[in-house]
T-cell receptor, first 109, second 113 residues
Framework: GQNIDQPTEMTATEGAIVQINCTYQ??????LFWYQQHAGEAPTFLSY??LDGLEEKGRFSSFLSRSKGYSYLLLKELQMKDSASYLC??????????WGAGTKLIIKP | EAQVTQNPRYLITVTGKKLTVTCSQN?????MSWYRQDPGLGLRQIYY???????DKGDVPEGYKVSRKEKRNFPLILESPSPNQTSLYFC????????????FGNGTRLTVT
């Protein structure tokens, strides 16, 4: 079956760096998305990886290893507004997104 | 402004009373989808549409209907709502290509008593 594994919750300190890991098993692979979702709000797009390696976008970076079925989202210089859930969503061979339950990130002053 | 508009934002109804949640996008997206989100679970797809007059079941289609008569609109219909359909619902759209991110509406919080 198809499966996503992310930590349920993480805590980090303002100004620090945090890495949110995601492992996945899908039927085929057509890229992996990361979304941010603040409580009670809609998910918003953060990044897309289809090739192995690191994609950097400002304070956020996303890494992909297709052979390991592994991705991570790296958040630098954490701000209080980064408190949110982070959703990992690989795309399978039918171009359907497989959603994990997300990682709730709590930022402390 | 490019957006996906869902209405209503909040809805409280009773078991068995038919309801429709509307969704409209102004980005000329081919692909549209409905999801429900429940505590501790990932987004679960209800139905999706690759283009006008083309709809397919997602992972949890039971108790729901959709239609795609126009490209911009993708309403979600609950013919006979039940309490287990109490959830947060999101409509989303994209260009339908593998690297096209989904754009989400603001969500509809539905309570069925």
């Amino acid at each position: 079956g198809q499966n996503i594994d992310q930590p349920t919750e993480m805590t980090a300190t303002e100004g620090a760096i945090v890495q949110i890991n995601c492992t996945y098993q899908t039927s085929g692979f057509n890229g992996l998305f990361w979304y941010q979702q603040h409580a009670g709000e809609a998910p918003t797009f953060l990044s897309y990886n289809v090739l192995d390696g690191l994609e950097e976008k400002g304070r956020f970076s996303s890494f992909l290893s297709r052979s390991k079925g592994y991705s991570y989202l790296l958040l630098k210089e954490l701000q209080m507004k980064d408190s949110a859930s982070y959703l990992c969503a690989p795309m399978d061979s039918n171009y359907q997104l497989i959603w994990g339950a997300g990682t709730k990130l709590i930022i402390k002053p | 402004e490019a957006q996906v508009t869902q209405n209503p934002r909040y809805l409280i109804t009773v078991t068995g009373k038919k309801l429709t949640v509307t969704c409209s996008q102004n980005m000329n997206h081919e692909y549209m989808s409905w999801y429900r989100q429940d505590p501790g679970l990932g987004l679960r797809q209800i139905y999706y549409s690759m283009n006008v007059e083309v709809t397919d079941k997602g992972d949890v289609p039971e108790g729901y209907k959709v239609s795609r008569k126009e490209k911009r609109n993708f309403p979600l219909i609950l013919e006979s709502p039940s309490p287990n359909q109490t959830s947060l619902y999101f409509c989303a759209s994209s260009f339908g290509q593998s690297n096209s991110p989904l754009h989400f509406g603001n969500g509809t919080r539905l309570t069925v008593t």
